[in-house]
């Protein structure tokens, strides 16, 4: 039984470029979720995928966001014209039931 | 606007003891918590989790306590072993939302 997968572990980028992350829920899951986290907070909401179908989106996922998951299996987030600001760890989880998500290794982004 | 708080960034215990970590909530909607073990350069661990309808939850070492009029739960951990030196999260949601809502985490150091 594999867990959640994320690629890339790290990502070190300039301001203004673009970057994909790519996660990989577990086979039979058919929610997944982006969240980010920041030095000493918990995890925050930004998106939430139901097979294929983007059902929420939080404030936190501005324009430069997005976010597709195209045959409800493997998602990736892009973020466009980074900046620094974007500096966090990308975590992605899947879950069966609504209530427990299980969570990748995530991906650190650092922005310089 | 902080509906699931972490009162305490930090708790050192020695080995063998029991370790309590608190968990406070705002939002009286929540029906179902859940506390995540995260190690360094690692996702969120699912660890355990209630229901509303309990107060009580127990597996092995791990017992949740739930009290829904002080809006307060914790997390017991006896007894305490060193492997259990993480950052320890309370997370929290409520039936109809996708989005776990976590605290700011606790980070427990178990000594020898």
């Known amino acids: 039984d594999t867990g959640v997968s994320q690629n890339p572990r790290h990502k070190i980028t300039k301001r203004g470029q673009n970057v994909t992350f790519r996660c990989d829920p577990i086979?039979?899951?058919?929610?997944l979720y982006w969240y980010r986290q920041t030095l000493g907070q918990g995890p925050e909401f930004l998106t939430y995928?139901?097979?294929?179908?983007?059902?929420?989106k939080s404030r936190l996922l501005s324009d430069r966001f997005s976010a597709e998951r195209p045959k409800g299996s493997f998602s990736t987030l892009e973020i466009q014209r980074t900046e620094q600001g974007d500096s966090a760890m990308y975590l992605c989880?899947?879950?069966?039931?609504?209530?427990?998500?299980?969570f990748g290794p995530g991906t650190r982004l650092t922005v310089t | 606007d902080q509906q699931v708080k972490q009162n305490s960034p930090s708790l050192s215990v020695q080995e063998g003891r029991i370790s309590i970590l608190n968990c406070d909530y705002t939002?009286?909607?929540?029906?179902?918590f859940l506390w995540y073990k995260k190690y360094p350069a690692e996702g969120p661990t699912f660890l355990i989790s209630i229901s509303s309808i309990k107060d009580k939850n127990e597996d092995g070492r791990f017992t949740v306590f739930l009290n829904k009029s002080a809006k307060h739960l914790s997390l017991h951990i006896v007894p305490s072993q060193p492997g259990d030196s993480a950052v320890y999260f309370c997370a929290a949601i409520y039936q109809g939302a996708q989005k776990l809502v976590f605290g700011q985490g606790t980070r427990l150091t178990i000594n020898p």
């Open positions: 995928f139901q097979n294929e179908a983007q059902l929420e």
């Open positions: 086979s039979e899951h058919n929610r």
């Open positions: 989880a899947s879950s069966r039931e609504i209530y427990e998500q299980y």
């Open positions: 939002n009286s909607m929540f029906d179902y």
